[in-house]
């Protein structure tokens, strides 16, 4: 296999998914650390060599690169058990992760880093503005996941998927942005489930 090497934020959710799928893969990661706070992704060398859209992660595989981090977990699954064989479920994965990055990451992750990072009291008007919105469509989607997962110990086809990596690396720390997991007992049991994996990693 090519050199693969992970140009990242540890603390970053999109970024543990990729070392997350690795893991699970069984590929090693080289990985190479960016403040985002500090602007090193929007050096001139990082916009021209690595990503011009000056931001991490981004999977190098050999002397190329690879932005997105669900791009990412599924070139690493590929070829593996983590990608199913049926042709449905396999568009059923990558449908719950197109659905993760526009309809869970955007709020629950969001939130993660206004609290975490920025702080409340340092928000900006337009921040604050769109704080009960962004509540509102991350509670959305934990509850779209608590129903399915009521129904069905994973997310695709009743077995451990790369699409339960992807869900996996936001939701398990969702209560960093406000969001109780108590109230959400189907997504708790998922959670213990798939952190029960064998080769799991826990976020840095």
């Given at each position: 296999?090519?050199?693969?090497?992970?140009?990242?934020?540890?603390?970053?959710?999109?970024?543990?998914?990729?070392?997350?799928?690795?893991?699970?893969a069984g590929?090693?990661?080289?990985?190479?650390?960016?403040?985002?706070?500090?602007?090193?992704?929007?050096?001139?060398?990082?916009?021209?060599?690595?990503?011009?859209?000056?931001?991490?992660?981004?999977?190098?595989?050999?002397?190329?690169?690879?932005?997105?981090?669900?791009?990412?977990?599924?070139?690493?699954?590929?070829?593996?058990?983590?990608?199913?064989?049926?042709?449905?479920?396999?568009?059923?994965?990558?449908?719950?992760?197109?659905?993760?990055?526009?309809?869970?990451?955007?709020?629950?992750?969001?939130l993660r880093?206004?609290?975490?990072w920025i702080?409340?009291?340092?928000?900006?008007?337009?921040?604050?503005?769109?704080?009960?919105?962004?509540?509102?469509?991350?509670?959305?989607?934990?509850?779209?996941?608590?129903?399915?997962?009521?129904?069905?110990?994973?997310?695709?086809?009743?077995?451990?998927?790369?699409?339960?990596?992807?869900?996996?690396?936001?939701?398990?720390?969702?209560?960093?942005?406000?969001?109780?997991?108590?109230?959400?007992?189907?997504?708790?049991?998922?959670?213990?489930?798939?952190?029960?994996?064998?080769?799991?990693?826990?976020?840095?």
């Amino acid at each position: 296999m090519e050199r693969l090497v992970l140009h990242e934020y540890a603390r970053s959710g999109n970024c543990y998914k990729i070392r997350l799928t690795a893991a699970h893969a069984g590929a090693t990661l080289e990985r190479r650390e960016y403040d985002i706070m500090q602007g090193e992704t929007r050096t001139p060398e990082f916009l021209e060599r690595i990503n011009a859209n000056g931001r991490i992660p981004v999977l190098q595989v050999g002397d190329r690169f690879l932005p997105e981090s669900n791009a990412a977990c599924w070139y690493l699954a590929g070829g593996t058990p983590l990608v199913p064989e049926d042709r449905f479920e396999q568009a059923d994965a990558l449908r719950w992760m197109f659905w993760e990055q526009y309809g869970h990451e955007p709020n629950v992750a969001t939130l993660r880093f206004w609290f975490g990072w920025i702080g409340e009291a340092n928000l900006t008007a337009f921040q604050h503005a769109a704080l009960p919105l962004k509540r509102e469509a991350g509670l959305a989607a934990l509850r779209l996941m608590d129903e399915h997962l009521a129904r069905a110990d994973y997310l695709v086809g009743g077995r451990f998927t790369v699409a339960d990596i992807v869900l996996y690396a936001y939701t398990h720390c969702c209560e960093e942005g406000g969001y109780r997991l108590a109230d959400y007992p189907a997504v708790r049991r998922w959670l213990d489930r798939v952190a029960a994996q064998p080769r799991h990693v826990t976020l840095d």
